[in-house]
């Protein structure tokens, strides 16, 4: 009975060291388990402060990389319910704004006859400008969607619009500077049609739609007749007109096929008013220079472009360059789309690294009157500054016509508007 009882305490006492060295070992895991998972915390985890300084703000600028979708009401509050209008053109009113942490922006409200229409301009803003980056165009921030509104936030560029400059301050920019904001156009220009993934053409380009920021460097803007195109796909066929009247290239007008080249002809008329600080049909000046284009083509084809510089209050110091920026001019609004340059060698030219082939009469078609019966209706203006294919196309505007003995024989149309 006794041995019975002493093997049954002697049991119980294996049983409890049993479980205390189970407790033992359970905890000693428990602690190295702890101790590694923390030391594979700390190799893969920043602390927070490291977080806070570099991660964060990384992932912040990521973000910020994509167009924000702001509310109407975000969007009243900054622009003070709509109160500093900055411009306005066809497709809808600008106005200044500033955020609560003090970034300044310029809101575009899209207004329009059809839904329709506002939802395409909105659509080739954001699926162009909105993806692309480059230091001459423009910044879109970001757009508004909503029922009642649809709008576009970009960067602010204090110093507005060019043609500001040429048309209505003339002198407050040097030549030297003028020359540098065509170079930086046809950078942004080439950049649209040579470097993006898609090539975009913008089909606007005029002085109302590049931008100055605080140091004048221009930035294209107004993309809301751009259209993205496959870079395979050369031509794309179009039904209406589109662009603006006086800026748009011959084949905008015609059932032709349509190519990038069309913005490299509106570069070349935009680069004449660079020139010659004047809009390029002024009918308050004598016949034969109402139309700045063709003056220029006749002075360079007679070897007097030295008179023409010195009546444009081009400087001695600058005259070369002007007349590089003349044959350039000249180059880019040739007839045939293919006999004008890629923007990439525009750029070269007007920078003086590229020899410029002296250019063939652009206007000889004109002369010899051989498109005189081509589609444009030469006894009709627009209300608007822009004119887009499709659904949307020339509206008259009586108060607008103005035609001139040049204007007609040369089919200018003329733009009666500053967006
Ligand atoms: N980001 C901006 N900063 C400052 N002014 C601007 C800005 N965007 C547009 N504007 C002003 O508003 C005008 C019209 O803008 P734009 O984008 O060309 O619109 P629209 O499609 O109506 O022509 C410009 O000519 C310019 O004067
Ligand atoms: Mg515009």
């Not at 803007?221 to 031509?235: I, M, P, V, W, Y």
């Not at 007008?253 to 080249?261: S, V």
């Not at 007349?323 to 923007?343: D, F, G, I």
């Given at each position: 009975m006794s041995s019975v009882e002493s093997t049954g305490s002697s049991g119980s006492a294996g049983a409890i060291f049993f479980l205390v060295s189970m407790v033992v070992i359970v905890a000693k895991i428990g602690i190295f388990y702890c101790v590694c998972r923390k030391r594979i915390c700390q190799s893969v985890s920043p602390e927070p402060q490291f977080m806070t300084l570099t991660m964060d703000k990384f992932l912040t600028d990521m973000e910020r990389e994509k167009p924000i979708r702001f509310s109407d009401q975000q969007l009243r509050i900054a622009t003070g319910n709509y109160s500093n209008l900055l411009g306005s053109g066809g497709f809808g009113a600008v106005y200044k704004g500033i955020f609560s942490n003090g970034t300044i922006v310029a809101v575009k409200v899209l207004y329009g006859s059809s839904d329709k229409r506002i939802e395409d301009q909105f659509k080739a803003e954001v699926s162009t400008i909105g993806r692309t980056r480059h230091f001459n165009l423009v910044r879109l921030y970001g757009f508004c969607f909503e029922r009642n509104m649809r709008a576009l936030v970009y960067e602010y560029m204090v110093n507005g619009s060019l043609d500001r400059y040429l048309f209505h301050q003339n002198n407050t920019l040097g030549f030297e500077k003028?020359?540098?904001?065509?170079?930086?156009?046809?950078?942004?220009?080439?950049?649209?049609?040579?470097?993006?993934?898609?090539?975009?053409?913008?089909?606007?380009?005029?002085?109302?739609?590049?931008?100055?920021?605080?140091?004048?460097?221009?930035?294209?803007?107004?993309?809301?007749?751009?259209?993205?195109?496959?870079?395979?796909?050369?031509?794309?066929?179009?039904?209406?007109?589109?662009?603006?009247?006086?800026?748009?290239?011959?084949?905008?007008?015609?059932?032709?096929?349509?190519?990038?080249?069309?913005?490299?002809?509106?570069?070349?008329?935009?680069?004449?008013?660079?020139?010659?600080?004047?809009?390029?049909?002024?009918?308050?000046?004598?016949?034969?220079?109402?139309?700045?284009?063709?003056?220029?083509?006749?002075?360079?084809?007679?070897?007097?472009?030295?008179?023409?510089?010195?009546?444009?209050?081009?400087?001695?110091?600058?005259?070369?360059?002007?007349?590089?920026?003349?044959?350039?001019?000249?180059?880019?609004?040739?007839?045939?789309?293919?006999?004008?340059?890629?923007?990439?060698?525009?750029?070269k030219m007007l920078e003086g690294s590229l020899e410029i082939p002296d250019p063939l009469n652009p206007f000889q078609h004109l002369m010899d009157g051989i498109f005189a019966a081509h589609p444009v209706p030469t006894s009709q203006s627009y209300t608007n500054t822009s004119i887009s294919s499709g659904s949307c196309v020339m509206a008259t505007d009586s108060s607008a016509v103005c035609t001139t003995p040049i204007t007609r024989r040369y089919e200018i149309e003329l733009d009666s508007s500053n967006g």
């Open positions: 003028l020359h540098e904001i065509a170079v930086g156009t046809a950078r942004g220009i080439s950049y649209l049609h040579e470097e993006c993934q898609q090539r975009i053409i913008h089909y606007d380009i005029k002085p109302g739609n590049i931008l100055l920021d605080k140091n004048f460097n221009p930035k294209v803007a107004d993309f809301g007749l751009a259209k993205l195109c496959n870079r395979e796909n050369t031509h794309i066929t179009m039904t209406g007109g589109r662009g603006t009247p006086g800026y748009a290239a011959p084949e905008l007008w015609m059932p032709f096929p349509i190519t990038h080249k069309c913005d490299v002809y509106s570069f070349g008329i935009l680069l004449f008013e660079i020139i010659g600080r004047r809009k390029n049909v002024d009918v308050s000046l004598p016949e034969s220079q109402e139309w700045f284009p063709i003056l220029v083509w006749k002075r360079f084809d007679t070897g007097q472009l030295e008179e023409l510089t010195i009546a444009c209050g081009i400087e001695e110091k600058d005259k070369e360059i002007a007349e590089r920026m003349v044959k350039v001019a000249l180059t880019c609004v040739q007839y045939r789309p293919e006999s004008r340059p890629m923007m990439s060698v525009v750029v």
